[in-house]
């Protein structure tokens, strides 16, 4: 099975910063791997496919890069909106599995 | 619009079973794989299962936490999606998402449309 592994937890930061969300899976999954923002009481909202493609919908600033096993997710400028933890999830192979998650909170 | 709308979560004791359903609108469900993820209480999210298109012989995969308890089918002339639980134990405590995956031919795609979630409690 395919692990993984989201780094940091828990992000603090400011308004306007740039953040970057790192997630490695512990084998190669080529580019299959998404992007979902969740915030509290809701259901996760895809926000990138296939490791960098833009759901539609999705601001701009939202964006994603990497393949085989590393990956991140970058936010150019935060915005009060984006604060909410952030899950990938590979979808190689079965099982499907997420990484544990990050959490951005307000600096 | 796109919708999902999940249902049929409650109290249940350990060792019980409950059936989740999930509404699909505003897309040709048929068309989809769908999937089962839930989220125990402060925890991430767990993938819990998928039931493949008809193209593809409404074939399952399961996570192992669920394999041989729980079940997931599919009724296309009614746009449903159903889980099916059984022996169920206190660690399935969670809101459970149903979501839509790929379609043809882009059946390798991630989780695009979730519905509201149902919580399932399971306790003594």
């Known amino acids: 099975d395919i692990q993984m592994t989201q780094s940091p937890s828990t992000l603090s930061a400011f308004v306007g910063d740039r953040v970057t969300i790192t997630c490695r899976a512990s084998?190669?999954?080529?580019?299959?791997l998404a992007w979902y923002q969740q915030k509290p009481g809701k259901a996760p909202n895809l926000l990138i496919y296939k490791a960098s493609s833009l759901e539609s919908g999705v601001p701009s600033r939202f964006s994603g890069s990497g393949s085989g096993t590393e990956f991140t997710l970058t936010i150019s400028s935060l915005q009060p909106d984006d604060f909410a933890t952030y899950y990938c999830q590979h979808y190689d192979s079965y099982p499907l599995s997420f990484g544990g998650g990050t959490k951005v909170q307000i600096k | 619009e796109v919708q999902l709308v999940e249902s049929g979560g409650g109290l249940v004791q350990p060792g019980g079973s409950l059936r989740l359903s999930c509404a699909a609108s505003?897309?040709?469900?048929?068309?989809?794989?769908m999937d089962w993820v839930r989220q125990a209480p402060g925890k991430g999210l767990e993938w819990v299962g998928r039931?493949?298109?008809?193209?593809?012989?409404?074939?399952?995969k399961y996570a192992a936490s669920v394999t041989g308890r729980f079940t997931i089918s599919r009724d296309d002339s009614k746009n449903s999606l159903y889980l099916q639980m059984n022996s169920l134990k206190i660690e399935d405590t969670a809101v459970y998402y149903c979501a839509r995956g790929g379609a043809q031919p882009y059946y390798q795609y991630a989780m695009d449309v979730w519905g509201q979630g149902t919580t399932v409690t399971v306790s003594s």
């Open positions: 039931t493949r298109d008809k193209a593809n012989g409404y074939t399952t």
């Open positions: 505003g897309f040709t469900f048929s068309d989809h794989y």
């Open positions: 084998q190669s999954i080529s580019s299959w």
